[in-house]
């Protein structure tokens, strides 16, 4: 069974996107920083990271480009979702190595799916 990791700041949001991943059938595990992403995937590589972009300590953008740069986790598939949906933030996520960006409130089958197929991958 796959395994993801949420990073996300806001509780209700991480829960809810939690809840969703394991309702289809994933291991979920979660970080509320990219500190904490960080320290969590120097221990163990998740199979995909779901990842909010404004967070204390570390950003999404920062973490992205982080696990894109290193060798032992550039290929883990990186899914931003963020509430920063303008086509620049899209454009910007993408630029930092994101496999996929998903703009809040986004629909439950939209991040389903993007997460299955890049599991897939």
């Known amino acids: 069974m796959s395994t ?7 509780v209700t949001q991480r829960e809810m996107i939690s809840d969703l991943l394991k309702g ?7 970080a509320s920083d990219g500190v904490e992403a960080l320290e969590y995937i120097q221990g163990r590589c ?3 990271v779901v990842l909010d972009i ?6 999404g953008y920062e ?7 290193d060798p032992k986790t550039h290929q883990i598939p990186v899914v931003m979702c963020s509430s920063k949906g303008e086509e620049f933030d899209r454009y910007w996520g993408m630029k930092q190595g994101a496999d996929a960006y998903i703009a809040k409130p986004f629909q439950p089958t939209e991040l389903i799916g993007t997460v299955k197929q890049l599991l897939r991958g």
Do not use: H, W, Y
């Not at 993801?4 to 806001?10: A, K, M, N, P, R």
């Not at 289809?24 to 979660?30: F, K, P, R």
């Open 4 to 10: 993801v990791l949420v990073v996300e700041d806001s």
């Open 63 to 69: 973490l992205c480009r982080r696990l894109k740069a």
């Open 46 to 48: 998740p199979d995909l």
């Open 24 to 30: 289809s059938g994933l291991n979920v595990t979660v």
């Open 54 to 59: 404004v967070m204390p300590r570390m950003n």
